[in-house]
């Protein structure tokens, strides 16, 4: 069976300082992966996706920047975060195909201070 | 832009009553409609897909889908406070092809009193 795996669970880092966040699927090969974030009380806003290794499309405009350097390693990075980055971080990942509905990873909680 | 909307709630439903969640989207290419369930500080978890106008049911959710309506529901039958949760409507974006996008509304609190 397919599991996606997402870390660390809550993170707590000061403005300016980097970030890496890390998701991997395993039991499924090229996958479709995305990352979201989900600010407190609002709801789920697509920041990357990915079909495949290198190919990252941004949705929107950001401080922060995508990477798959493998078929199911899927990295959220920022070199300099703000406040306003602060959310909860999902990651997810689906087949390659319409009609099929998402698996979330179990997030991370992210606290910009 | 393309959108899905939910009203926000909280939706309010007794233990035991049928609780009815609705969302309407704007993307008439969709083909895919979805509900997830989020409890609080969780990642949100597929509970219902459907494709076909109509109803289709799984214990104790029934999903209908009106497509020249637009309209998408939920129906949670005798509902426990198990079910009290945030609960997301998500429907493809027609004609993505293979990145199988989704757009997700803003989801609608369930609070179900015991």
């Known amino acids: 069976s397919q599991t996606i795996h997402q870390w660390p669970a809550t993170l707590v880092q000061p403005v300016g300082s980097p970030l890496s966040l890390e998701c991997t699927v395993e039991?499924?090969?090229?996958?479709?992966l995305y990352w979201y974030r989900q600010a407190a009380g609002r709801g789920l806003q697509l920041l990357f996706y990915?079909?495949?290794?290198?190919?990252i499309s941004s949705e929107v405009p950001q401080n922060l920047s995508a990477s798959r350097p493998q078929d199911r390693q899927f990295i959220l990075s920022s070199k300099k975060l703000l406040l306003s980055d602060s959310g909860f971080y999902l990651c997810?990942?689906?087949?390659?195909?319409?009609?099929?509905?998402?698996?979330f990873g179990s997030g991370t909680r992210l606290t910009v201070v | 832009q393309k959108e899905v909307e939910q009203n926000s709630g909280p939706l309010s439903v007794p233990e035991g009553a049928i609780a009815s969640l609705n969302c309407t989207y704007s993307?008439?290419?969709?083909?895919?409609f979805f509900w997830y369930r989020q409890y609080s500080g969780k990642s949100p978890e597929l509970i219902m897909s459907?494709?076909?106008?109509g109803d289709k049911e799984d214990g104790r959710f029934t999903a209908q889908l009106n497509k020249a309506s637009q309209y998408v529901s939920l129906l949670i039958r005798d509902s426990q406070p198990s079910d009290s949760a945030t609960y997301l409507c998500?429907?493809?974006?027609?004609?993505?092809?293979?990145?199988?996008?989704?757009?997700f509304g803003t989801g609608t609190l369930l609070a179900v009193q015991p």
């Open positions: 459907i494709y076909s106008n």
């Open positions: 993307d008439r290419g969709s083909q895919s």
């Open positions: 039991g499924t090969s090229n996958p479709n």
């Open positions: 997810a990942w689906s087949v390659k195909s319409l009609g099929y509905g998402y698996t």
């Open positions: 998500a429907v493809n974006e027609g004609y993505g092809g293979a990145t199988n996008k989704l757009i």
């Open positions: 990915s079909v495949g290794i290198g190919q």
